[in-house]
T-cell receptor, first 110, second 113 residues
């Protein structure tokens, strides 16, 4: 299975942008890049996903490298409510599961 | 629209016992996936059910089994509980037609003594 590598933890100041990196050098052509986050005492929630092109939605932006071996989740203005563990996941378009890594714990300072 | 619900919230069992966890999927969703999340780790995929049939399984032994019912709710059964089965068990539902976003419930915290 293709694997993702993320920093264990990151810190940000409130109202500043946050760039969360993810390396996935063994990604295959049929793998989508998904991001989920898990707030304390909750189940994970979907953030964004993409295949090749950069993606934007109301929560975040996803920047995908041209060779697709890395990607970056961008939170444009971090709030205290964005403090969570962020998971970068590769999911085959034909696959029936999502394989989570350890994720990045984001701390947002006021 | 009702989200994914799970019951019970917390559960304490002893080694060797059996446990059944329940999940009600979000309205309109026909696919349910189960995950095990040990403390401090990411969720690990157990299996998925689509229209009452198992549709993929992770690296878990056969004592982890499941069911999906005609209303798309689901059960996770674990036999012969071991101490290492202590974890948060998460259920997620999705629409197979969309197949993109999984909606997770709050989980059931299982403690095995």
């Amino acid at each position: 299975d293709a694997k993702t590598t993320q920093p264990n933890s990151m810190e940000s100041n409130e109202e500043e942008p946050v760039h969360l990196p993810c390396n996935h050098s063994t990604i295959s052509g049929t793998d989508y890049i998904h991001w989920y986050r898990q707030l304390p005492s909750q189940g994970p929630e979907y953030v964004i996903h993409g295949l090749t092109s950069n993606v934007n939605n109301r929560m975040a932006s996803l920047a995908i490298a041209e060779d697709r071996k890395s990607s970056t989740l961008i939170l444009h203005r971090a709030t205290l409510r964005d403090a969570a563990v962020y998971y970068c996941i590769l999911r085959d378009v034909r696959g029936n599961d999502m394989r989570f890594g350890a994720g990045t714990r984001l701390t947002v300072k006021p | 629209e009702t989200g994914v619900t799970q019951s019970p919230t917390h559960l304490i069992k002893t080694r060797g016992q059996q446990v059944t966890l329940r999940c009600s999927s979000q309205s309109g969703h026909n696919t349910v996936s189960w995950y095990q999340q040990a403390l401090g780790q990411g969720p690990q995929f157990i299996f998925q059910y689509y229209r009452e049939e198992e549709n993929g399984r992770g690296n878990f032994p056969p004592r982890f089994s499941g069911l999906q019912f005609p209303n798309y709710s689901s059960e996770l059964n674990v036999n012969a509980l071991e101490l290492d089965d202590s974890a948060l068990y998460l259920c997620a539902s999705s629409s197979q037609l969309a197949g993109v976003e999984q909606f997770f419930g709050p989980g059931t915290r299982l403690t095995v003594l």
